[in-house]
């Protein structure tokens, strides 16, 4: 596969929601160590990866029928809050996964379910090959899926921001065939015509790989292609568990970011000479605005638990308002989450003083990571599609991004 590193195949099978959470936050410990280093050495997290696969983690949403778990979406938003506490990349790279093993819930046949459910407990990855540049919009996909007269279908295009598909079994990618309905084709990470090229350079989320795939002429079976464009001709919950990760991610930036700040106030600031102090911890002002930064904290970890209820409660009965109302509840939880990692990120500064600031602490990776993830898509959109549902009961569009 693309990943010349991965070995096995095999992964431990969760069994229910306790397990993830506990497996979850054993992780997230060990992960959370390493962090920095990564960060700062922008050295790809291949080893944690494979603890991840390995852990069952990855497979956690697999219906219970084909043997996983299929946990809440209360448990998989708590599982990626944990992640992106303890590291802001780390937890980027399987979102994707998860969006597209949602696709195959929703419009594989029997064959594609079982076949791929069967891939994702023996741990395998997907990546994703969905952005590309200098399109006219987001929306505006144009790799090719061409049927080829033996039934397959030949797969051409150019994708960027493809997170995840370095480190991929599968590379799920977003393509429209000739009458420009959208597929997604999961294709093999080595599959020939296939090249994924490590060309990241942002800012944040530093060691996510979020480079370039090259897609010429790669030839797809068939049956590794499912029909996305049906996915968004009802009432989905597609868009709505894909930004809940989001939102999960960022609330886990601004958690960890506060944690890494109280640490440092408690043990290496020194007291402003006003205060009369002893200590830093002791200042009332601290005091007042780490108050502050928590309660903002909590409310994105409270609007997160409310919106991913209410995915929850549509997924048990999918109707246009109860997927209106999941699509709403996300997209409060996800701008709030989104503002307050920035706001706490930045402010890890602020109340920690002149030395925090040095590189070599390697601190500012909460806010580059924060200020990186945020710009996924943006909030205002957000908080337009809220105003319009709570003034006038307009229920939100139906796509992949709300």
Known sequence: MTDPERTGGTAHVIADDAEALVLAAALADEFRAGASARDSERRLPRAELDRLSDSGLLAVTVPAEYGGADVSSQTLAEIFRLLGSADGSLA?????????????????????????FTELLAGRRFGNAQSEASTKHVQDIRTRLTLQPD?????????HYSTGALFADWIPVLARTENDNLHVAYVPGDAEGVTVVDDWDGMGQRTTASGTVRLEAVSVPADRVLPHHLTFEGPQLHGSVAQLLHAAIDAGIAGGALTEAAEFVRTKSRPWFESGLETAAEDPLLIQRFGELAIRTRASEALLIQAARAVDAARADLTDDSAAEASIAVAAAKVHAAQTAVEVAGALFEVSGTRSALNSLNLHRHWRDARTHTLHDPARWKIQHIGRYVLNGTRPPRHGLL
């Open 92 to 116: 980027q790279i399987p979102q994707s996964h998860f969006a597209y093993v949602n696709v195959i819930r929703r419009q594989g046949t029997p064959d594609q379910r079982k076949f791929f």
């Open 151 to 159: 039934g397959s279908y030949e797969l051409t295009g150019v994708k």
